[in-house]
């Protein structure tokens, strides 16, 4: 079973560029989230989603973060324009409907920025 | 607001050398306390979830714990292979909440 995609795997942009990240996730799973990892830190919610709904963006800073899920599958992340405290690794993960309370998420491989 | 702290910030054990590491949370009503490990440049695995105090669940050698105020991973006769971040992470009772991660231990396994 293909596990979470995400591509691209490497981004080196300069500041006030516009970037964009893209997730495939296992097929069937309902829930999409996108998740900000910085150095040393443990990952950090930035969206949810439910099939194509977002439930949970309280925490995507708007002004600058954009985030879409066309029919409930794929979903792109997008910064415009990217500033330096954005270099992190943004991680897409999914999860099944039936285990939303079981924590058990399953994590692509995510997609590292590193703005100059 | 939920906290997670892990501690010790990063761990090095010699191979078979048995450790435990540790997550202490704060939390309005605990749903669920997960374990994560993490490798270099991957995203996070599941490994565990633990619902209530004195429940504990095991694989391979890892065995999690939970208390009401912490958890524990506890690593037994580690093997080189068992080096990783391992992350800890909770998720309150009210409504539909996301998870809280602690920043992670790293642990080091030496052969």
């Known amino acids: 079973e293909a596990g979470v995609v995400q591509s691209p795997r490497y981004k080196i942009i300069e500041k006030k560029q516009p970037v964009a990240f893209w997730c495939n996730p296992i097929?069937?799973?309902?829930?999409l989230y996108w998740y900000r990892q910085n150095l040393g830190q443990g990952p950090e919610l930035l969206i949810r989603?439910?099939?194509?709904?977002?439930?949970?963006d309280s925490q995507l800073p708007k002004d600058r973060f954009s985030a879409e899920r066309l029919k409930g599958v794929d979903s792109t992340l997008k910064i415009q324009p990217a500033e330096l405290g954005d270099s992190a690794v943004y991680l897409c993960?999914?999860?099944?409907?039936?285990?939303?309370?079981?924590?058990?998420?399953?994590f692509g491989e995510g997609s590292r920025l590193t703005v100059l | 607001e939920d906290q997670v702290t892990q501690s010790p910030e990063a761990l090095r054990l010699q191979e078979g050398e048995s450790s435990s590491l540790n997550c202490s949370y704060t939390?309005?009503?605990?749903?669920?306390l997960f374990w994560y490990r993490q490798d270099p440049g991957k995203g996070p695995e599941f490994l565990f979830t633990?619902?209530?105090a004195g429940e504990e669940k095991e694989k391979e050698r890892l065995k999690a714990t939970l208390t009401k105020k912490e958890s524990f991973l506890h690593i037994t006769a580690p093997k080189p292979e068992d080096s990783a971040t391992y992350l800890c992470?909770?998720?309150?009772?009210?409504?539909?909440?996301?998870?809280?991660f602690g920043k992670g231990t790293m642990l080091l396994v030496s052969p």
């Open positions: 993960a999914s999860s099944a409907t039936g285990t939303v309370n079981t924590g058990e998420l399953f």
């Open positions: 097929s069937g799973h309902n829930t």
């Open positions: 992470a909770v998720q309150a009772s009210s409504g539909y909440s996301t998870l809280t």
């Open positions: 939390v309005s009503g605990l749903r669920g």
């Open positions: 989603y439910e099939n194509e709904e977002a439930v949970d």
């Open positions: 633990l619902y209530s």
